[in-house]
């Protein structure tokens, strides 16, 4: 007789988004008549760029023909496009990253999730709260936790780092010490960075306590401060005990298409067996990599056309950021965010929670955002806004919304 993995009960029952959806149609079967604003949307709008495309098409052409057919991709990814992120986003930026420590995938969310499968159960992680919540939930599934506790909002044997308006939303060491350190820069959903020496303060203390970091990179491209770091390998010591994700997802409009890499170091190692030779276990035996076609259209992401394209994608959407954190400020407001991310943090008035806003705005503004408390309980009296809308919807909410105040 089978059995189910009991962990999976754990997870609370309502998933955020969801409840979102059914708030918002609710309110428009109430009221056909208006139209309603998004700028919660936590995915692009913005189509591929042409060079993107080009390349998808020559991609394809390929494959219709024996000589350049393509059947299964090599287990770490092709090398063509290996080669072009060493190049681009290490090598460029003084970091010193071979191919076969890059393992290309279907997304990011995917090698976030799937990640912690090369760690003992035994380990005690720890992520910021609030933060994207599939570093949680996929361990909780692993069965790495304790059950949910409804009254304080977390999973029992999680380090929770609180990140909050005292430490400008970026985590102190937590008292405990963990095994496996989650962190998300700039962050989604506050879109807080730190800075190089704030991150090599968290490198050296993985070092000195044994400790792994798991780094997500997925909004580097929003990146417009000079201290803020790129990749965690900026940071000295940080082969020994740094793993990257990046994902196409966000700085080139893949959330559709689907790619992703993660970075190990060989000089990561555990009781001398080093995690990249793990991970190439794992991707070589599950393969949740890439198509040569999808490759072949990231690899378009570092030309120089296409580079110049995504940089005026990038900048469509920080105009947008800067629209909404101009625009709330006028309304009276304190937001944080924006600046190095796509997104926008916005404080909620004394005495309302993050749904009492969420409701407020989508019945006097028509303007749908996200709860705060939905990424964490420090999330609470919080609202995530987000940038990827089209210009024009993001300036007619900013009007809407200074109109209440
Ligand atoms: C959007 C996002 C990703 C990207 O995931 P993909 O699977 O590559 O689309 C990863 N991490 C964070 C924090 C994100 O917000």
Known sequence: MFEINKNYLKLPGSYLFSTIAKKVSAYTEQHPEKTIIRLGIGDVTQPLAPAIIEALHQAVDEMAAAETFHGYAPDLGYEFLRSAIARHDYKARGCDIA???????????????????????????????????VYADTNV???????????TERFEGVIYMACTEENDFAPEFPKETPDIIYLCFPNNPTGATIKKSELQKWVDYANANGAVIIYDAAYEAYISE????????????????????????KNAGFTGTRLGYTVIPKELKQDGVSLNALWARRHGTKYNGAPYIIQRAGEAVYSEAGNAQLK?????Y????????????????????????????????EGMTSWDFFDYLLENANVVGTPGSGFGPHGEGYFRLTAFGSYKNTLAALERIKKLA
């Not at 290309?104 to 090369?118: L, M, P, T």
């Not at 965690?232 to 990046?246: F, H, Q, S």
């Open 312 to 316: 005026e994608q990038v900048a469509y």
């Open 318 to 349: 920080m105009k947008n950021a800067k629209t909404i954190l101009e625009g709330l400020r006028e309304a009276g407001y304190s937001v944080s965010g924006g600046v190095n991310a796509p997104y926008i943090w916005l404080k909620t008035p």
């Open 99 to 133: 191919i076969d420590e890059i393992f290309v995938s279907d997304g990011a969310k995917c090698d976030s999730g799937n990640i912690q499968e090369i760690f003992s159960l035994n380990n005690k992680i720890a992520v910021c709260d609030p933060v994207y919540p």
């Open 226 to 249: 000079d201290d803020v770091p790129h990749t965690i390998y900026e940071c000295d010591g940080a082969k020994t005990c740094a793993i990257e994700l990046k994902s196409f997802s």
């Open 141 to 151: 599934m692993a069965g790495r936790t304790g059950d949910y506790d409804a009254s």
